[in-house]
């Protein structure tokens, strides 16, 4: 989960057995929609989509080297507050999986990815700080294999945000009509982070289907 993906203002949840209806976020309203997602998952275990009676298991790990580019960052490292394995305060180390069970098939992120990288939708907004066309394609679920494709978010890693490189937004003027920076970026890697993990799982998910 990425991009702070929360319910809208705008989305109505009602509690399903109370009929109450909340528009405004609050804890209540997670409550109300915690319960709505509850009563699916338990619909889906009652009627299955698929039975699998057995299957065969395959997975591909792959560690990957990422740039660290956030100044706050590298000053956590320097302080042993960030305890980890790279090359002093130019790069870190994560890792990647990509598995499959049957007609299953998972994707791991290290992180709090943006969906759009997942599902498609990346945009090239005016006043990001790169003027290029989305990098992260295709998505990342169109690309995996089997009848059900998911996505595990912090997995294997916590390395912050994971943002699409052409949404990326530091510098003045803003994008979307901001008159201040985008609040993910603080809590990212950089800019080269998304395209690397990108890449690299399009090929892991190449190799898993092999």
């Known amino acids: ?12 949840i009602a509690d399903p057995f109370t009929g109450q209806e909340f528009r405004i976020p609050s804890f209540e309203k997670a409550e109300a929609q915690g319960k709505q997602l509850a009563i ?32 706050l960052y ?24 990509v598995f499959s ?24 907004p005016e006043g990001a700080d790169f003027s290029i066309a989305p990098v992260e394609v295709p ?13 595990l978010g912090l997995a294997n890693d916590e390395i912050g945000y994971i943002i699409p ?14 008159d201040k920076a985008q609040y993910g970026e603080e809590n990212s890697l950089g800019p080269e982070t998304a395209e690397l993990i990108h890449r690299n799982l399009i090929e892991m998910l190449e190799e898993l289907k092999k």
């Open 1 to 12: 989960v990425g991009g702070l993906m929360t319910t809208s203002p705008s989305v109505i």
């Open 40 to 71: 699916i998952a338990l619909s889906a275990l009652r009627k299955p989509a698929t039975i699998v009676d057995s299957a065969t298991v395959s997975i591909v790990a792959r560690p990957v080297r990422l740039p660290l580019d956030n100044k």
């Open 74 to 97: 590298k000053l956590a490292k320097i302080l042993n507050v960030l305890d980890r394995k790279g090359e002093g305060l130019r790069h870190i180390w994560s890792e990647l999986a």
């Open 101 to 124: 069970v049957g007609p299953l098939s998972f994707a791991s992120f290290p992180g709090e990815v943006y969906p759009e990288i997942v599902n498609g939708g990346i945009e090239d």
């Open 139 to 151: 998505p990342v679920r169109e690309a995996m294999p089997g009848r059900h494709r998911f996505i």
């Open 165 to 178: 490189k052409s949404q990326w937004d530091t510098r003045a003027p803003f994008a979307y009509g901001r």
